[in-house]
Structures are given as structure tokens and as C-alpha cells.
């Protein structure tokens, strides 16, 4: 599965969008992006996931660029209860088993 | 709620025991993972089955084992612990493999 890369840490004011960004620029054809997030200790949560064109879903919305070498989450209106690490994950969807967890964003979305 | 069900949520014991975590899938759900998540190492994918069979084994040590049975639900036991193994170990499953996987709330096993 190809690696990607994410901002360590990010803020986000209440209320307003929060835009997180991957970098998966050794992406294969036939991976998709997945998103999960993770709030304080609790199980990773699954987000949405894509393969090339854009998404959207009750939670958030997923924009993959057009070369796929990168991608950003929309939560289009951060709360409190969105405070999360969050998780891009590259991988192969047929025969697929587990899922790379690298070290994610952790966002923080500020009163 | 993922509809995934894990006990017990905490668990307490000394070295040299042995424990068995429990998982029940989503209905409809074939596939079982197992993930431990320690403070130093992230999310680790253990092992993974499929409709009662094993499907891959990430870095799951000897001492640790895992299997499905016929009703789907996972245990996943752990022998001979050692301080290290404390971590939060969850459970996640899916339609089947290469879908999305929905996690359980974690077991946290302290051992002492």
C-alpha cells in the first residue's frame, strides 16, 4: 500500500470548515484513499473513502486531486465532538486485509 | 455505535497470565480484525479472518492467538503476558475483506 503524509497538528475554529490534507504521491491505480478518525481512546471511526472522484457523505467531504498524488477532508462545520486524530490510508479495496494507521493529524477544533 | 461489540472493556492482571478478548462482529459482517494500540507504537494490525478462516497475521507475536467461530464472533488470546503487552486492543470487522471496517470500543488490558 502506497505511504502518505499528514500534518502533524492542526486548529480549527468552531463553526468553521476544517480542511485536512494528504500526500500519497506513490498511489497506485487501483488504491483507494480511505479516511478514519480517531477521538480520544475510543475505536478509529470510518469516514469516508474514494478513489478519484470526489465524495461526500453525511460526515464530511473527500476532494482528490485530479493526478490522485493528494487529497483533503472537508468537515464543513467543525464542533467540539470533531476534536480527533485523524487517519489518511492508502490501500487496495479487493483482498485487501488490514488497514496502515500511520501517525495522522490531530486536530483540535478551538471554542 | 459501530455495532461491534467487545469485552471485557478493562482488564487487570499480572505477568505470566494468560487472558482472552472477545469480539462480536456486525451482523452480516464475515471478516474479523484485531489492531493493539500501545502509547509508543501506534495502531498495529495483529490478524485478520475471514469467515472462520485466517486470512493474514500482521505482528502478532507467538504467544498471541486468535480465532472465529462458526457464530463469528473472534477471541483473541494472549499468553505468557508481559508488561509490554499492555495496550488497548480493539476489534474491527467488515462485510469482507477490502471493505470498510467498523471498530469496537477497545479492550484495555493493564498488565501488572
Known amino acids: 500500500d502506497a505511504k502518505t503524509t499528514q500534518p502533524p497538528s492542526m486548529d480549527c475554529a468552531e463553526g468553521r470548515a476544517a480542511n485536512l490534507p494528504c500526500n500519497h504521491s506513490?498511489?497506485?491505480?487501483?488504491?483507494?484513499v480511505y479516511w478514519y478518525r480517531q477521538i480520544h481512546s475510543q475505536g478509529p471511526q470510518y469516514i469516508i473513502h474514494?478513489?478519484?472522484n470526489n465524495e461526500t457523505n453525511e460526515m464530511a467531504s473527500l476532494i482528490i486531486t485530479e493526478d490522485r498524488k493528494s487529497s483533503t477532508l472537508i468537515l464543513p462545520h467543525a464542533t467540539l465532538r470533531d476534536t480527533a486524530v485523524y487517519y489518511c490510508?492508502?490501500?487496495?479495496?479487493?483482498?485487501?486485509?488490514?488497514?496502515?494507521f500511520g501517525t495522522g493529524t490531530r486536530l483540535t477544533v478551538i471554542p | 455505535d459501530s455495532g461491534v461489540t467487545q469485552t471485557p472493556k478493562h482488564l487487570i492482571t499480572a505477568t505470566g497470565q494468560r487472558v482472552t478478548l472477545r469480539c462480536s462482529p456486525r451482523?452480516?459482517?464475515?471478516?474479523v480484525y484485531w489492531y493493539q494500540q500501545s502509547l509508543d507504537q501506534g495502531l498495529q494490525f495483529l490478524i485478520h479472518?475471514?469467515?472462520?478462516?485466517?486470512?493474514a497475521k500482521g505482528n502478532i507475536l507467538e504467544r498471541f492467538s486468535a480465532q472465529q467461530f462458526p457464530d463469528l464472533h473472534s477471541e483473541l488470546n494472549l499468553s505468557s503476558l508481559e508488561l509490554g503487552d499492555s495496550a488497548l486492543y480493539f476489534c474491527?470487522?467488515?462485510?469482507?475483506?477490502?471493505?470498510?471496517?467498523?471498530f469496537g470500543p477497545g479492550t484495555r488490558l493493564t498488565v501488572t
Open positions: 506513490t498511489i497506485s491505480g487501483n488504491e483507494y
Open positions: 474514494g478513489l478519484k
Open positions: 479472518y475471514y469467515n472462520g478462516e485466517e486470512r
Open positions: 474491527a470487522s467488515s462485510v469482507a475483506p477490502g471493505f470498510e471496517q467498523y
Open positions: 451482523s452480516g459482517d464475515l471478516s
Open positions: 490510508i492508502v490501500r487496495v479495496a479487493i483482498g485487501a486485509n488490514n488497514l496502515f
